[in-house]
């Protein structure tokens, strides 16, 4: 029995794309179907199936990749037919797997998920695994377990997954072994006060990050907790914070925690319920285990611990230091690669607080070096780019791209950041690092976001433009174009600095009635340059008010004529016009051209598939407007045309300062070889279409 059968089966009556039921209900609990069959039938047929038909699959549970790994592939409606059939889902990565990169669809009824690194096997390489779970997290999820095989298997890295755990109220079981990007002590916190139901809470070695005094009192403080899990060293000082709670422990049954002795007879005292506890205890280091690091130039320094668990750690002489230091502040890159190869030879926050200007290069399925608990004080610019995949045939698929935290860098001192994509296969994302950098970074001066901002919101930006008085360069090409929207707009027209201004959300007509109404009187008025896709219609009204303006870059769409509104700029120096839609340009147009004699570089070409034509404009008219724009020095007109070679060489004489023309049209370049005097003198690139 194949997906063949039942993809034509007609209903009864009038044809329906819907199965009658009892059809439907033989195929999904037929025995002789596997799952693969059942996935076939369904995606064959995804229209086919009532909701009371998908009930009988809502119990299928996914006890390896294979099936997500198929989701990855399947359009985004496909996908969500088999999210809404999942409650339980357990993940098993085998080694050469090392990121699962589909954020897509949501899963609403999922009650537990389970997420694991199998056994390596005879696999001598553990590439760290990353994977996106926040939409795979609804609020009736009761169980969330993510955690390697063992600790030598490689990392398990999460984008921050308990932003959404904080709806889960149903929460009964929590353990967490990755490292959680975004992730810090207060969520945690906010974590277990939401979900009062947790029974089982276990954070293990790769999550200490979310470890601190303050999490600590509220993990105390969890009335519901029986069996608890603590990776984190709980030394005397933390365990008597931890008991200055109401019946702090009041229900835990089960210890397993890394403890000192004096610490653990304190913690026993209170734990009146406590019937196993597995303990790992060590030694307070003393004073004497620290080695300090002398003025005499002198061979590394070996640093220990009384516990002979802690590892020896070489701390290199100050010169050394020094020396390496100095490399860092002229070479962008050595800061991150020092810190990974070097991690346990140097305190890195040293080397933090000389660092003024970081550019890290990102490539598919990278992951940065875990730096949350160092602080770049003097950080003034942060500029990440993703590099990607030269071509889509370096990579077996989709190129996967990469997630990355930023919010650590992010610190008072910060005035450029910069996340770009250059133009290659794949790209990124980031956590939502907007509400860190509106609270953290007053002095911000220019912001450009390219990758995907997840969980982000409109608000979030506004919050960024509210807090950030000396804001100058606002480039927000996000891939979902959900950081802007009326209200949005409505703040950056009124900001006050704002000199660049690029996105490539469509801006309505609606979207700039609303930004101009009731908002002072010259909104946009501080513009000099704007890149936008935009409808013409709200280009028109929208021009009068960037009077200052000095490059305009517009993707037009819709109808409506611009160029007779173009008077208004007077500074004009640079015009770039893609038409999205089909366009006729006249003469009057190009007339209108006629003021701007400081024009240096003019761009006027159709987009995608829409067709520009100037078949009615003559070779006399266009060389009597280029005659009052000598300063032009780029030209491209890109667009259906009955022009001769007449045009070349009028405007070879007309534009002397001409480096580059790209024209479209038939020319009979050989007249040219004839010409007594040399035309186009400064001319660099030419390019006829």
Not at 108 to 131: D, I, K, M, N, S
Not at 375 to 393: D, M, P, Q, V
Request: with cysteine; glycine share 4%; net charge neutral.
């Amino acid at each position: 029995m194949t997906a063949n059968h039942f993809a034509t089966l007609p209903g009864q009556g009038r044809p329906s794309r819907t199965l009658p039921p009892e059809i439907a209900e033989q195929i999904l609990s037929d025995p002789i179907l596997n799952r693969e069959d059942l996935e076939r039938i369904i995606r064959a047929n995804c229209q086919s199936f009532s909701a009371p038909a998908k009930r009988l699959y809502w119990q299928l549970e996914i006890p390896t990749h294979g099936l997500l790994a198929r989701l990855e592939k399947m359009p985004f409606d496909e996908q969500q037919i088999f999210a809404d059939m999942m409650r339980n889902i357990t993940i098993e990565f085998g080694i050469p797997r090392s990121q699962l990169s589909m954020r897509f669809p949501f899963f609403p009824l999922v009650q537990q998920l389970r997420v694991f690194r199998a056994h390596p096997g005879e696999c001598r390489t553990y590439p760290t695994l990353y994977v996106h779970l926040g939409h795979m997290i609804s609020p009736r999820l009761r169980l969330l377990e993510v955690s390697g095989w063992q600790k030598f298997a490689g990392r398990v890295v999460t984008d921050n997954i308990l932003l959404p755990l904080t709806l889960c109220t149903d929460l009964k079981r929590l353990i967490i072994d990755a490292f959680v990007m975004d992730g810090t002590p207060q969520l945690l916190i906010d974590v277990l006060s939401a979900c009062r139901k947790i029974e089982v809470l276990a954070l293990e070695e790769q999550s200490v990050t979310l470890i601190d005094p303050s999490s600590l009192k509220a993990i105390a403080a969890h009335p519901t907790v029986r069996q608890l899990r603590l990776s984190s060293s709980i030394t005397r000082e933390l365990a008597l914070l931890m008991l200055n709670v109401p019946s702090p422990f009041a229900n835990v049954t089960a210890l397993d925690i890394l403890i000192c002795p004096n610490a653990a007879v304190l913690l026993f005292h209170h734990m009146k319920k406590l019937v196993k506890k597995r303990l790992f205890e060590f030694a307070t280091p003393s004073s004497s285990g620290l080695a300090a690091v002398t003025a005499n130039v002198s061979p590394p320094t070996i640093m220990s611990s009384d516990s002979a668990a802690r590892p020896r750690v070489v701390a290199l002489p100050r010169e050394m230091v020094a020396k390496v230091l100095s490399d860092v502040e002229i070479d962008r890159a050595t800061l991150v690669s020092v810190m990974r190869s070097n991690k346990e030879m140097f305190d890195q926050a040293v080397y933090a607080e000389h660092i003024q200007r970081l550019h890290i290069d990102l490539a598919p399925l990278m992951i940065l070096p875990p730096l949350h608990h160092i602080r770049f004080n003097k950080l003034r610019e942060l500029r990440i780019i993703y590099t990607g995949a030269e071509s889509s045939t370096q990579l077996p698929h989709t190129p996967a791209g990469c997630h990355i935290g930023i919010s650590h860098f992010l610190t008072p001192s910060l005035e450029v950041l910069k996340l770009e994509e250059s133009n290659t296969f794949g790209h990124y994302s980031t956590g939502n690092f907007l509400p860190h950098l509106a609270s953290r970074c007053p002095n911000l001066g220019t912001l450009i976001i390219h990758p995907e901002v997840m969980g982000a919101s409109p608000r979030c930006l506004i919050r960024v433009i509210e807090a950030c008085k000396e804001l100058r360069v606002l480039s927000v090409v996000s891939r979902t174009g959900t950081l802007i929207d009326a209200q949005a707009l409505k703040h950056i027209a009124a900001y006050p600095r704002l000199y660049v201004f690029e996105t490539h959300k469509l801006i309505t007509a609606s979207d700039v009635r609303f930004a101009l109404s009731d908002n002072g009187p010259s909104p946009f008025g501080t513009l000099g340059f704007v890149r936008l896709a935009i409808e013409t219609e709200a280009a028109i009204p929208m021009v009068p008010h960037i009077p200052k303006l000095e490059i305009i870059d517009f993707r037009l769409s819709g109808p409506g004529n611009i160029f007779a509104h173009l008077h208004e700029l007077e500074q004009l120096e640079k015009m770039t016009l893609f038409f999205m839609t089909d366009h006729i340009l006249t003469e009057d147009d190009f007339d209108a051209l006629i003021p701007h004699a400081s024009l240096h570089e003019l761009e006027l070409r159709p987009c995608n598939s829409a067709d520009l034509d100037t078949s009615s404009v003559s070779v006399t008219a266009m060389l009597r407007v280029f005659a009052a724009l000598p300063n032009i020095r780029r030209l491209r007109l890109i667009a259906h045309n009955r022009w001769n070679v007449d045009l070349l060489v009028g405007l070879g004489r007309v534009l002397p300062r001409l480096e580059r023309l790209d024209i479209a049209g038939s020319y009979n370049l050989s007249i040219m070889e004839s010409l007594p005097t040399a035309i186009f003198p400064r001319l660099e690139y030419l390019f006829v279409a």
